[in-house]
């Protein structure tokens, strides 16, 4: 049976709006028109991650598809409705994780934090282990904890991601998020609201936890490893497409083969010619004298 529906206070809601941003895909056009967000994932309106066949539209390659799925783009009243159907999703993934109560702000924070990092890291984390034991204010400093992402590979700490981990936890506390999230943090500014939304990476640890289909979509999009500097649709393809393909073997050099083919003929060609008579290298033999001339032999009279 689902988990019992509750509202995400709206407090909760602006945080959200604030850091996922609206980009424009189209600034062009009059309606919000699909972006690729930073790690090639097809988004439109506040952070919505659009799916083609089951799976994460991804790349610029399918740009095409993106525009055909949402032709004309969206109002800002269509963006405001795709937020609040993924947010229910969220709210009853995060009543069923949670063992404990929540006050409003602890549960908007919550949400926001799955809605950022996905159900299946919430479900795996330390922080909602300790606050499933009841240790509230542990749970709320483990919110810091996820504020990298991979940069060229490289898992880095992104200014944007310790601006929110900080709001999150200040709205978890019953504080001013909006005071906390306008502080600037070491190396960074506060992120405009146009910029499309940072994904972080589970810290050491924590994996990313085994859940259902339906969870799985919601995990957080992830840099893809230095490799690849075009996204790739790899993790979109099936096992079989992934496979590798054999390696392409090298021609033989044709100076090779000519060679072959002269040695191997080589016997019949002297087969076919002639054989040439030896030279003589000896005098030959003077024919024989011949016998001297017979003379008859003188009469005796008688």
């Known amino acids: ?6 509202d995400v206070p709206q407090e909760g809601i602006e945080l959200i709006k604030s850091f996922e941003g609206i980009p424009d895909g189209d600034p062009s056009s009059v309606n919000l028109d699909a972006y690729l967000d930073p790690v090639g994932i097809w988004t439109i309106g506040w952070g919505h991650a659009i799916t083609y066949q089951g799976v994460f539209l991804r790349g610029p390659q399918n740009k095409g598809i993106a525009r055909a799925l949402y032709p004309g783009g969206i109002t800002i009243e269509q963006a405001e409705m795709l937020l609040r159907g993924e947010l229910v999703n969220f709210a009853r993934d995060v009543l069923r994780l949670a063992k404990v109560p929540l006050d409003d ?14 159900s299946g890291n919430l479900a795996s984390s330390t922080l909602l282990r300790k606050l499933n034991q009841g240790d509230y204010a542990g749970a709320a400093d483990q919110f810091l ?34 005071a906390v999230s306008a502080l600037r ?14 994904r972080p990476e589970p810290p050491p640890g ?9 969870e799985a979509a919601k995990k957080p999009r992830r840099a893809p490893k230095a490799a ?30 000519v ?9 019949r060609a002297a087969a076919a010619e002639p054989a040439k008579p030896r030279a003589r290298t000896t005098t030959p033999k003077a024919p024989p004298k011949a016998p001297p001339a017979l003379r008859p032999a003188p009469r005796t009279k008688r």
Not at 105 to 118: E, P
Not at 185 to 198: K, Q, V
Not at 259 to 267: G, L, M, R, T
Request: proline residues 9%; glycine residues 6%.
């Open 1 to 6: 049976m689902p988990a019992p529906l509750r």
């Open 105 to 118: 702000g602890q549960f908007a924070a919550l949400v926001s934090f799955a809605f950022n990092c996905g």
């Open 145 to 178: 904890a996820w504020n990298k992402a991979r940069k060229n590979g490289v898992l880095v700490e992104l200014p944007g991601l310790t601006r929110r981990r900080r709001a999150e936890r200040a709205l978890f506390l019953g504080e001013d998020w909006r």
């Open 185 to 198: 943090t070491r190396g960074g500014l506060p992120a405009a609201r146009t910029m499309a939304p940072e």
């Open 206 to 214: 924590q994996d990313d936890g085994s859940l259902t289909a339906a």
């Open 228 to 257: 690849s500097k075009t996204p790739d649709l790899a993790a979109t393809e099936p096992a079989s497409a992934r496979a590798k393909k054999p390696t392409k073997q090298p021609a033989e050099k044709p100076a090779r083969k």
């Open 259 to 267: 060679v072959e083919k002269a040695v191997d003929e080589e016997p």
